[in-house]
């Protein structure tokens, strides 16, 4: 009951919520349209379901199962190639280092699409939300013990992805000038 609070001022619990909630369903979907429709639909749900939350958990956790059955149900709904996703630079960074950024970004993008949904959605769930293994579970639905599975086959297959994916590049660099060194 102790998180029951963090829902009656439901506007301010989304103001709150809605950018990481927007980057958790992009990360699962891959696709900004489809991120910002099933992001409104677990709000929609959330709020006409808040009188069911028991308040036993935060509120956060709470919300990252239902945003996550939205993105998953949304992907399962549309079967269209995502569109890739925009680096913006960063501010008070080199160009080489913008550039460095962007391609290390990419790449991982890039691995995370290889992954399934339901994999890509444990690892945002644990590694940008720093959800434990019970509470993934909670949100997907499986026990802490699968969540494991899940994350270790996904970081296995994100490693062998990324690890390609520099060997590829490595290859492509050109051996470096002079000025370079």
Do not use: K
Request: no cysteine; hydrophobic share 40%; aromatic share 8%.
């Amino acid at each position: 009951m102790a998180f029951r609070a963090e829902l009656e001022d439901f506007g301010a619990f989304y103001a709150r919520t809605y950018p990481g909630a927007y980057r958790t369903a992009l990360a699962i979907v891959r696709d900004p349209g489809l991120a910002a429709d099933v992001t409104q639909d677990a709000y929609v749900s959330a709020y006409r379901d808040r009188g069911r939350f028991r308040g036993d958990a935060p509120s956060a956790a709470w919300f990252h199962r239902i945003l996550v059955n939205a993105a998953l149900a949304g992907l399962r709904r549309r079967s269209s190639r995502p569109r890739e996703i925009a680096v913006d630079d960063l501010p008070g960074r080199s160009p080489r280092d913008v550039a460095s950024s962007a391609s290390d970004r990419l790449s991982v993008l890039a691995a995370l699409e290889q992954l399934d949904p339901r994999a890509r959605a444990a690892v945002v769930l644990r590694y940008y939300h720093d959800h434990d293994y019970a509470t993934i579970a909670r949100i997907l639905e499986t026990s802490p013990g699968n969540v494991g599975v899940i994350l270790t086959r996904a970081l296995d297959r994100l490693r062998a992805e990324l690890e390609t994916t520099d060997r590829t590049t490595s290859l492509d660099d050109p051996e470096p000038t002079g000025a370079d060194r």
